[in-house]
């Protein structure tokens, strides 16, 4: 994926955004993980799925397979999730998720990931020491200016400079802060996901 | 809900579409059922969802429960359906869905129904008189031209008119030949509803 391709590509770029579905938080079990493409800000193509474990260490495996064996995956320029972490604390190495599937990766949060709280959280889990690597692996969330110059958002990048990440996210941010991929992803993941029974 | 509303809220109106998921047919089980609601023809706005049995006769009911009792119902304006049947033979008393939820309820297929073929079909079905009574209710499919008026469509309304369907059709068709709420969730039924195992 070369920097020239994207600037060409412009209001047309195929976007994947990623959002976890709901999931009983420290409880054992497999969490919705949905993928939405659009195409540009504008035009939704398509949804792809998968499950992880919640607390898991499978999301980076499970996204990978998810995305290269998707139909749309030679359309795909770049992925965008909810921030490293999917169902509770299954962390997301964006670094080898970018080196697998050739695409760059963009984390997006609109709150500042609060590092001390999570690195306190993860003690409680096992493998706390590769989580937290993979982590600090991701580099810290840089603070930008959402589209509208008001907001702020928070980004990680892999595979791509900071400044085409901040580009894409302009032009794809059609009717809120964060890509219209990573916004309809979250909308399905949770409308459609279901919390187990008795929960 | 008034025709003079319908003409008013033009572009701003929601829609919103339903379609069913995968199934193996004539196989005992439930398949998802996924409505998406969209301002006009060009935003995504929230989704919703429910279980229908195959070949059950418990559709009608559930579509009910599902758009009353969603979040998005204060909004709706409009209720469009792939067809008359979901889950094979769970037929839709467009009627009924229409005077309980108060909504005008449209019917959109690429193909002119077949009567006959599904006439026959039913026989092998439980309670197939009573299906075929609700598909005679809902009135004779009309074909119509979709908004690049090259390609034709055929359409069931109730509790609204064939004109003011017509309208409300082309003004949400902004990708395809049906409006864009049907058409994603469309993409979302069948890319998210997993078959069964083993099947």
């Given at each position: 994926?070369s920097w020239?391709n994207?600037?060409?590509i412009?209001?047309?770029?195929?976007v994947?955004?990623?959002?976890?579905?709901?999931f009983v938080p420290h409880v054992?079990?497999?969490v919705?993980i949905v993928g939405?493409?659009f195409r540009?800000?504008?035009?939704?193509?398509?949804?792809?799925?998968?499950?992880?474990?919640?607390?898991?260490?499978?999301?980076t495996?499970k996204?990978?397979s998810?995305?290269v064996?998707?139909?749309?995956?030679?359309q795909?320029?770049v992925?965008v999730l909810?921030g490293?972490t999917?169902?509770g604390f299954?962390v997301?190495?964006?670094?080898?998720?970018?080196?697998?599937?050739?695409?760059?990766v963009?984390t997006?949060?609109?709150?500042?990931?609060?590092?001390?709280e999570i690195?306190?959280a993860?003690?409680n889990?096992?493998k706390?020491?590769?989580?937290?690597e993979?982590?600090?692996?991701a580099?810290e969330?840089?603070?930008?200016t959402?589209r509208?110059?008001?907001?702020?958002i928070?980004?990680?990048?892999?595979?791509?400079?900071l400044?085409?990440?901040?580009?894409i996210l302009r032009?794809?941010?059609?009717?809120s802060n964060?890509?219209?991929a990573?916004?309809?992803a979250h909308l399905i993941?949770?409308g459609?996901?279901?919390?187990p029974?008795?929960?």
């Amino acid at each position: 994926m070369s920097w020239q391709n994207l600037r060409a590509i412009k209001r047309e770029i195929r976007v994947l955004g990623i959002d976890d579905g709901a999931f009983v938080p420290h409880v054992k079990g497999q969490v919705l993980i949905v993928g939405v493409v659009f195409r540009g800000g504008l035009w939704f193509e398509g949804v792809m799925h998968t499950k992880i474990a919640v607390d898991g260490l499978d999301s980076t495996d499970k996204l990978s397979s998810m995305i290269v064996g998707s139909s749309h995956y030679p359309q795909l320029r770049v992925v965008v999730l909810n921030g490293i972490t999917l169902g509770g604390f299954n962390v997301v190495d964006i670094k080898t998720l970018n080196s697998v599937t050739e695409l760059p990766v963009i984390t997006v949060t609109r709150e500042r990931p609060d590092l001390n709280e999570i690195h306190k959280a993860l003690e409680n889990l096992p493998k706390s020491k590769q989580r937290w690597e993979l982590i600090l692996r991701a580099g810290e969330p840089v603070e930008i200016t959402s589209r509208n110059q008001k907001a702020k958002i928070y980004v990680q990048a892999a595979g791509i400079s900071l400044d085409v990440a901040k580009r894409i996210l302009r032009l794809t941010s059609t009717r809120s802060n964060v890509p219209e991929a990573l916004r309809v992803a979250h909308l399905i993941a949770s409308g459609i996901s279901e919390l187990p029974p008795h929960n």
